[in-house]
């Protein structure tokens, strides 16, 4: 099994950045592909980002190309996101989560075994 836990949301103004951090329980992190999802109120949960076990290859939803960057740190169990240029309509709950490698889709909510419990993510106008 692997544990999730989410950090580094925040209110921040329209343009500003923040960094959001999932740290990962467990031995094999490094067999794990990572992604972040995000989820406003009353409306699915959908892909942002995600990287894959090796960090060699990344993947952006197209509402956030360019602005946010995903990455990983296999020996700190930690994968990180990056969000520059922020707008109001990126304000969601951010969610890491994680698949085994060489399995299912990186962008599908249902591909992934393990979720996190989130942190917000507010940004004004």
């Known amino acids: 099994q692997v544990q999730l836990v989410e950090s580094g949301g925040g209110l921040v103004q329209a343009g500003g950045s923040l960094r959001l951090s999932c740290a990962a329980s467990?031995?094999?992190?490094?067999?794990?592909?990572m992604g972040w999802f995000r989820q406003a109120p009353g409306l699915e949960r959908d892909f942002v980002a995600a990287?894959?076990?090796?960090?060699?290859?990344?993947y952006y939803a197209d509402s956030v190309k360019g602005r946010f960057s995903i990455s990983r740190d296999n020996a700190k169990n930690t994968v990180y996101l990056q969000m520059n240029s922020l707008k109001p309509d990126d304000t969601a709950g951010y969610y890491c989560?994680?698949?085994?490698?060489?399995?299912?889709?990186?962008?599908?909510?249902?591909?992934?075994?393990?979720w996190g419990q989130g942190t917000q993510v507010t940004v004004s106008s």
């Open positions: 467990g031995r094999t992190f490094s067999s794990y592909d």
């Open positions: 990287i894959s076990w090796l960090g060699g290859n990344t």
């Open positions: 989560a994680a698949k085994p490698r060489f399995s299912g889709s990186y962008y599908g909510v249902k591909d992934y075994n393990y």
